[in-house]
C-alpha cells in the first residue's frame, strides 16, 4: 500500500516571462521514497524545487506538502534543503562545523526559547549521522566540498524533518567522494526511512541509489521505480528524453554509466 503523500503536484504549470518553464507537471513523492528527479540542463528541476518550496508560484496547478496547499503549509520544520554549494567557504570562515549544524535548530525556534543541553546532544547525533562528530570543532572553510555537504546534511537532520530536498547536492565535489555521498543518502533513506527528493545531473548514479526515478523536460516524461526505469531499453529512454542518453551525456553533461 502506498504511503502518505509528501508532496503531490497537480498540473503545475510555470513561466518567468513568456516562455513555459514548467510545463503541466503531475508528481506525487509518497513518504519513504528516494526520488532521482533527472533531465537536461534547462529543463525546469531548480524551477520546480522552487515552486514545492513556495518560492515561485504556479500560474495553474495545485501544490500540496503534507496534505496542505503550499502557501498555506506552516511545517517548515519538516522540510530540510540543501543546496548545491559545496567549497563555498574559504578556509578563514568564520564558523565552525558544530556552530553551522546548531544554526538549523536555532533557525527553528522561536525566540522565546532557549539552547537547551539537549539540543548539543542533537547536534551531536546529527554530525553523528553523517559521520562528521570528529570534526565538530573544525572551520567549516577547512573542510572539502564532500565534507561541507554532509555538514549541510546534518544542518538539515537536527531538526527531525521527515523529507529532506536536495538540489544539484555534488556539484564541486571530488569525484572519489560523490558516491560516498549517495551511499550515505541511501542509508538515511533506508535506515531512517527518510523522504528524499534530489535533482542530480548524474543519471548512472542517481538511478542506482534512488527507489524512484522522474525524468524532466520541462513536462514529466516519466515517473516510476527505479526498477522499471532500468527495464526499459534505449528507444523507450530517447522517447523520454528526446534525444539518446548518449547524445544528452554529450550535450548536456548527463552522465550515464
Ligand atoms: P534546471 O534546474 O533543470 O537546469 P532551471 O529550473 O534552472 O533548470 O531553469 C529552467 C529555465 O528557466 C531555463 O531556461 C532558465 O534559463 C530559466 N530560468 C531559471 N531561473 C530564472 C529566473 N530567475 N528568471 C528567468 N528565467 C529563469
Known amino acids: 500500500m502506498d504511503q502518505e503523500p509528501l508532496i503531490e503536484l497537480d498540473g503545475v504549470s510555470f ?12 508528481l506525487t513523492i509518497h513518504k519513504g521514497q ?3 528527479l533527472v533531465g537536461p540542463n534547462g ?25 496542505k496547499q503550499v502557501k498555506k503549509f506552516n511545517r517548515w520544520q519538516e522540510v530540510g534543503f540543501v543546496s548545491q554549494k559545496a567549497n563555498s567557504f574559504n578556509s578563514g570562515f568564520p ?4 556552530e553551522v549544524v546548531r544554526s538549523g535548530l536555532v533557525s527553528r525556534m522561536n ?21 562528521m562528530k570528529e570534526y565538530a570543532h ?5 573542510l572539502s566540498g564532500g565534507q561541507q555537504q554532509r555538514v549541510f546534511i546534518a544542518r538539515a537532520l537536527v531538526s527531525d524533518p521527515s ?3 536536495l538540489d544539484e547536492p555534488t556539484v564541486g565535489v571530488d569525484s572519489e567522494h560523490v558516491t560516498a555521498f549517495y551511499d550515505l ?4 533513506n533506508r535506515e531512517r526511512n527518510l523522504t528524499l527528493l534530489m535533482v542530480s545531473h548524474d543519471i548512472g548514479t542517481i538511478t542506482s541509489h534512488a527507489t524512484h526515478v522522474a525524468c524532466m523536460n520541462k513536462s514529466v516524461h516519466f515517473h516510476g521505480s527505479t526498477e522499471d526505469y532500468h527495464h526499459m531499453d534505449d528507444e523507450d529512454l530517447s522517447g523520454i528524453y528526446g534525444h539518446s542518453v548518449q547524445q544528452l551525456t554529450h550535450n548536456h553533461e548527463v552522465t550515464h554509466p
Do not use: C
Open 111 to 131: 525566540m522565546f526559547q532557549l539552547f537547551k543541553p539537549t539540543h548539543k546532544d542533537k547536534v551531536y547525533e546529527a554530525l553523528a549521522e553523517v559521520e
Open 138 to 142: 573544525y572551520s567549516i572553510g577547512e
Open 163 to 165: 523529507l529532506i530536498i
Open 34 to 36: 528516494f526520488l532521482g
Open 95 to 98: 564558523a565552525t562545523v558544530y
Open 43 to 67: 529543463s525546469g528541476k531548480s524551477t520546480l524545487i522552487k515552486l514545492m518550496l513556495g518560492l515561485e508560484k504556479p500560474n495553474r496547478g495545485q501544490i500540496r506538502l503534507f496534505g
Open 15 to 26: 513561466k518567468y516571462d513568456r516562455e513555459w518553464v514548467v510545463e503541466d507537471v503531475d
Open 185 to 188: 543518502l541511501g542509508k538515511l
